[in-house]
């Protein structure tokens, strides 16, 4: 392995493990001030911030999108998926929220057949079986505790996918921070407008009173840790290829099982540990199957 490549992994490694430290950040805010604000003020943070930063680095040009409908559409999927994971972080132990998640690059990998008419293969079907029984393992006992809300964490991985694949079709419209900032802008709006809509809706767990300073500061936290997170995994693809740099993604539940436990005495039991693994095992399945063809040719 090639000192670049080295250092590409480990660049992406720290990124995937920054995100996680900032699942834990809006994990303390549980109880504090409603999931759709707290999703609202950290990404209003962010896109202020990020377009600072693509106004002094490119100019004001770079503020126009090409196609500005599909910036929104990929604005109003990240909205989604945030809503659904920082509401399931609020009432899911962090590891488990964090092991649903997983299942995104295989509903991925399914919807890019329907939805950009490619070819979905045979490994794709058997890892999405294989992760749908890891998906239930851990299910079982949170669809009998919180009911319906353990299905949050799949609601945002499938947001997720959906994003994925309209950030393919963007992929040559502008550069990497420009698309940062498109989808930033794209889904503050929608999250300020669902936090107002929980605040006039007179559900407690969604009132929104003015917040308490930490509150304020965790969320601007989890703003620079996730935007400095994503340049990480961006440095580290650019550097190592996004082939060799996908299984890093799984330090993420690493990093979310060790500070679950440390911050809030959350530890999984051996079923949920299994089915994380099964997941992971999926992914990991799908991965290798699809790097095949590439060794083929190198060698």
């Not at 999926?282 to 790097?291: I, V």
Request: include cysteine.
């Amino acid at each position: 392995m090639h000192k670049t490549e080295e250092s590409g992994l480990l660049l992406a490694l720290s990124g995937f493990a920054i995100l996680s430290c900032g699942d834990a950040v809006i994990k303390t805010m549980a109880g504090a001030w409603s999931p759709l604000a707290v999703a609202a003020l950290r990404f209003t943070i962010g896109a202020i911030g990020l377009s600072a930063i693509l106004l002094i680095k490119e100019g004001v040009l770079a503020f126009r999108p090409r196609r500005p409908w599909l910036q929104a559409a990929r604005g109003l999927c990240l909205a989604v998926a945030t809503l659904c994971f920082f509401s399931a972080i609020f009432v899911m132990p962090l590891a488990e929220a964090t092991a649903l998640i997983f299942v995104a690059p295989i509903i991925t990998a399914l919807l890019s057949g329907p939805v950009l008419k490619e070819k979905v293969r045979p490994a794709t079907w058997i890892a999405s079986l294989i992760a749908f029984g890891g998906v239930m393992l851990i299910l079982r006992p949170n669809l009998a505790e919180l009911g319906l809300v353990a299905l949050l964490p799949l609601g945002s991985a499938t947001a997720f996918s959906l994003m994925m694949l309209a950030n393919r079709a963007v992929a040559s419209d502008g550069s990497a921070l420009s698309m940062q900032v498109f989808v930033a802008l794209g889904a503050a709006p929608v999250l300020v407008l669902c936090a107002l809509a929980g605040g006039i809706s007179g559900a407690p767990a969604l009132a929104v009173p003015m917040p308490d300073w930490t509150v304020v500061a965790r969320c601007a936290v989890v703003a620079v840790t996730a935007s400095t997170a994503h340049w990480l995994v961006y440095l580290g693809t650019t550097r190592a290829g996004p082939a060799t740099v996908a299984p890093m993604t799984y330090v993420q539940l690493l990093a979310a099982i060790s500070l679950g436990y440390i911050l809030f005495g959350d530890t999984p039991d051996l079923i949920t540990l299994a089915g994380s693994l099964v997941i992971i095992g999926a992914g990991l399945f799908l991965w290798t199957s699809a790097r095949k063809p590439q060794l083929a040719i190198t060698d």
